[in-house]
């Protein structure tokens, strides 16, 4: 027999875009569950234009991971790892193909999911354990190793709705450290939080590896994959691009990234949106000019960022990180509560003033999130732009300096002569 | 977050894969326990007044029938003894129901955050809602055998059958509550009907009025609604009298084929509903 913790074999998902994937409303549906038969009349007739165009999320994805193997998802947005993570959890099934799972699973799509605000943190562990799967005997068990790793001991009977976010975070964490799983199904996105939580992250997938689990990990944070892995699979396009080491696979994306594939229009469509709500097109412009995608150090820059729709919910937020041609974050801004400017449902068109900008020579990108603050992100687009930095010379005195050799900002300076 | 307890598993596209699938169920049954517990903590914990609810609500819903339709209406004549308690005893059984009914309808929409990252039997959500009303009836109840001693009336021996209509009622509540809930996932706009539907459904239904008010001919047609043969069962179970036996069968066989549809149509179209919610 095959030691394979996870076979995955033709895997294909398909969504209908075009037709809003939020099914519609009853008297829509009776509409068009009457229209049916004048619509194929229509199309036997030639007529044919099809109402929905076809979206594969994912086509035909097989790759195996044996028992022990860590192995690491990374691609672009829109490359399929979200949609291939969800029918991994089952929250969502494939079109065509299947998945043989051999061995207990636990997939973390995010951290405290089920957590209520009203119930104290004690009922909180007791809840999102038994959402993850974990008997009620299992979770009483833990209880004081949970309560103890996440630092809460002595607000532990306190609602969760009086929490700081990082308190929240920590419980949350702490209740999911403790799943003791033979695959592990993990995105990423879990280590958003503070460098310390994400560091925290990283040590308990390595003392998974360590213990000789299975873990699946899909991830943006290449220098996490290295670490940790011991394979690696780029998506693209909803395919298996490559399939190797975890170097190999990693050299390949930074490629990838460089390629100039998004056009120079200086400004972003989402190919592949996610369903729902999602942000949907981005701008970059300079402040009194024109779109483009070529800054100089002085300027001001205007994000012109549009949704897909109506927000879900009022006094939301707009954010942005900016990254840093290795993927480091060296940035970051929200419309709240680092400004006051909370945006309405009815808000589709956000613009974020930027600058002057500080920033020296080189290539950078956003990444941008909607949602209420500290709440759970509508959407999450990564990568959204990349821009470069041309000249960097805020003093005016001929001489720019290079993001490569000399760090990602300039800071006022004056230099004077000491007595 | 997801977890599933077993150790093999085969992910199929959807229609390979249905059926109520009653083993995993059982797996799953601490997390029901748990989706209740969670329910009951939450009602009571958000609300001023707690527990009082579970009685005024009934009792406000009496006071205003028994002066519209016993007064104004004429409908007390029907009834020996008091008709306020008559109609208390059909609403403290009807208001767990329609409860019961619209908070399952809306549990799976209300829920889409934990439908949207975790696996667990969907099944679970709108049975919750079902049982975590039983602590609201429980109060109502109480208050109801305080009413009978208010109004002297004995409880009847036949006291000890109520269980089984409140089982029954449950029954068509998860029937009526299982199938709403897939409904309103993919028709947003299934959610006013249900209001209505409930609303209407208690004009069918043997809560303001006897049974002796429909027309022999009518009864057969009468006894389809389920909720028939439960309240009326309920309500002889409490205050005495012969029991109306052809429309308890007919109640408990309605009440089994409505779960039925509604577990075949929920289970055909459960695994979309995180593409669509």
């Known amino acids: 027999m095959s030691s394979d913790a996870i076979t ?26 009457v229209g049916a038969p004048f619509r194929r009349l229509k199309r036997l007739g030639g007529a044919a234009s099809p109402d929905t165009t076809d979206f594969w999320a994912l086509n035909d994805v097989s790759f195996t991971v044996g028992v022990g193997d860590v192995i690491g998802i990374v691609g672009p947005n829109g490359a399929g790892k979200s949609t291939l993570l969800k029918i991994l959890s089952r929250i969502t099934p494939p079109t065509k193909g299947y998945i043989d799972l051999d061995g207990r699973v636990s997939s973390l799509l995010e951290v405290g999911t089920g957590f209520h605000p009203e119930l104290t943190g004690r009922e909180n562990v007791f809840l999102n354990g038994a959402i993850l799967g974990m008997l009620r005997e299992e979770i009483r068990r833990k209880f004081d190793a949970i309560v103890a790793f996440a630092e809460l001991e002595q607000f532990i009977d306190t609602p969760v709705k009086h929490y700081s976010s990082g308190m929240y975070v920590r419980l949350a964490f702490s209740v999911a450290a403790h799943l003791e799983p033979e695959i592990l199904i993990i995105d990423e996105v879990l280590s ?14 390595r003392d998974m590896r360590d213990e000789g689990r299975t873990v699946l990990f899909v991830s943006h944070d290449l220098t996490s994959v290295r670490q940790l892995c011991n394979r690696a699979i780029l998506l693209t396009s909803g395919r298996v691009g490559l399939e190797g080491t975890p170097d190999e696979v990693t050299r390949k994306y930074e490629q990838m990234n460089r390629d100039p594939s998004v056009g120079n229009a200086g400004s972003a469509d989402r190919v592949h949106p996610p369903p729902h709500y999602h942000l949907r097109r981005v701008e970059l412009k300079k402040c009194g000019g024109g779109i483009t ?42 419309a709240n509560p680092m400004r006051t400017t909370y945006y309405t449902a009815d808000q589709q068109h956000f613009v974020c003033r930027l600058g002057p900008l500080p920033l020296t020579e080189g290539t950078y990108s956003f990444s941008f999130t909607v949602r209420v603050w500290n709440q759970e992100r509508w959407d999450f687009w990564d990568k959204a732009i990349t821009f470069d930095m041309q000249r960097c010379d805020l003093f005016k005195t001929g001489h720019s300096v290079s993001g490569a050799r000399d760090g990602q900002f300039v800071m006022p300076q004056e230099w004077l002569a000491g007595d | 977050m997801t977890a599933s307890i077993q150790r093999r598993l085969r992910i199929e596209p959807a229609g390979a894969w249905q059926g109520a699938h009653l083993a995993e169920l059982w797996r799953y049954r601490e997390l029901l326990y748990f989706f209740v517990w969670r329910d009951i903590k939450v009602r009571y914990k958000q609300t001023v007044l707690g527990a009082m609810w579970a009685i005024i609500q009934p009792v406000a819903t009496t006071l205003i029938f028994t002066i519209f339709f016993g007064r104004l209406g004429g409908l007390s004549k029907q009834v020996n003894g008091s008709y306020s308690l008559f109609v208390y005893v059909g609403l403290s059984l009807w208001t767990f129901y329609a409860n019961a009914v619209s908070l399952s309808a809306n549990s799976l929409v209300g829920s889409s955050h934990l439908i949207s990252k975790v696996y667990f039997p969907r099944l679970l959500i709108p049975v919750a809602a079902i049982f975590s009303g039983l602590v609201d009836f429980a109060i109502s109840f109480a208050f109801l055998l305080v009413l009978m001693v208010f109004y002297r009336v004995p409880p ?24 709403f809930s897939a409904l309103v996932v993919s028709y947003r706009d299934f959610r006013y009907v249900i209001t209505f539907v409930v609303q209407l459904w208690l004009f069918g239904t043997p809560v303001l009025y006897t049974l002796d008010s429909i027309p022999a001919q009518w009864r057969l047609v009468y006894g389809l609604n389920p909720m028939v043969g439960m309240i009326a069962g309920f309500r002889t179970a409490v205050l005495g009298g012969p029991w109306p036996s052809a429309l308890i069968a007919a109640g408990f066989v309605t009440a089994s084929i409505l779960l039925v549809v509604a577990l075949r149509y929920f289970t055909t179209v459960e695994r979309r509903f995180a593409d669509v919610i």
């Open chain 1, 8 to 33: 995955i074999a033709g895997v294909s998902k398909r969504y209908a875009i075009g037709r809003s994937l939020r099914t519609s409303n009853f008297r829509e549906s009776l509409v068009s569950m």
């Open chain 1, 192 to 205: 958003v939080g503070d460098l310390h939580f994400r560091n925290r992250c990283l040590g308990r997938m």
């Open chain 2, 156 to 179: 009847s021996p036949q006291i000890v059958a109520m269980p089984i209509f409140l089982a029954g009622t449950m029954l068509v509540a998860a029937g009526a509550g299982i199938l």
């Open chain 1, 293 to 334: 995608r070529n800054f100089d150090a002085g300027d001001v820059m205007e994000i012109h960022l549009w949704s897909s729709g109506r927000a879900p919910e009022n006094s939301f937020t707009a954010e942005f990180k900016l990254f840093d041609d290795h993927d480091d974050v060296i940035s970051f801004g929200t």
